[in-house]
């Protein structure tokens, strides 16, 4: 289970983010000022940090600054300064993402789930061959084979039959894949999803793969499914 740190000196955003974070299935920590935020960044082993700016004692460029000398954990900046130039040295203080009070918290989760996957992405690199009876995937080549014969696929069929692949017999919601692969700030259909499983899916069953298959869970999403 992700364990997010969530620091703001704004009990009720805290609380706000925290329920949201829960209902995904993510652990919270709670910091209320920047000295208590670096302290429990520094002991704590957490897969994101939602940093405020304006917090007592220590602001957040300041905190995500010392984190950045010890760790390379993802972190979204959140404030309710929006300037241009203030984003900017967001970014450059090593924060990954900037997003502005007031905010959706489903659009904080989304950014979160978005920047969680891509780095899962990335860290599966670099075992980037995956295999699992017939079939093999390789991430560095972008290619793909079913029992010796290599299929045609894109980059995104790659990338989403790696994620599926990768997580076996998991349930992803559409909405889940489409922040991996197109990211937060895709505007476009969720039946994207639906036009590129379909795709994938009859490319894939020209070849027989009798032990896996991808499966629609109506009403949520997709899976990896192994079949005994």
């Not at 670099?126 to 290599?150: P, Q, V």
């Not at 994620?163 to 998991?170: G, H, Q, T």
Request: proline fraction near 2%; include cysteine.
């Amino acid at each position: 289970m992700s364990k997010i740190l969530i620091a703001d000196d704004n009990k009720q955003i805290v609380s706000i983010l925290s329920e949201y974070a829960k209902s995904e299935g993510y652990e919270t920590d709670e910091a209320y000022d920047g000295e208590i935020a670096l302290s429990k960044a520094i002991s704590n082993d957490y897969d994101m940090i939602l940093l405020d700016v304006m917090m007592p004692k220590m602001d957040g460029f300041a905190v995500c600054r010392e984190i950045r000398k010890v760790s390379n954990v993802p972190i979204i900046m959140v404030t309710a300064r929006g300037e241009d130039f203030e984003r900017i040295m967001g970014l450059d203080t090593g924060a990954d993402d900037y997003i502005v009070k007031p905010f959706s918290p489903s659009e904080v989760m989304a950014r979160v789930r978005a920047i969680l996957r891509r780095i899962n992405i990335e860290n599966n690199k670099n075992d980037s061959i995956l295999k699992y009876d017939e079939l093999m995937i390789n991430l560095d080549e972008y290619m793909a084979e079913i029992g010796g014969n290599e299929i045609s696929l894109t980059k995104k069929e790659i990338e989403l039959l790696w994620i599926l692949a990768n997580n076996k017999n998991k349930v992803f919601s559409r909405e889940n894949l489409l922040d991996s692969l197109w990211g937060y700030d895709y505007y476009g259909d969720i039946r994207t999803v639906d036009s590129h499983i379909k795709r994938l899916r009859a490319k894939l069953d020209e070849y027989s793969h009798d032990s896996w298959d991808i499966k629609t869970i109506w009403g949520v999403g997709y899976k990896f499914e192994v079949i005994d």
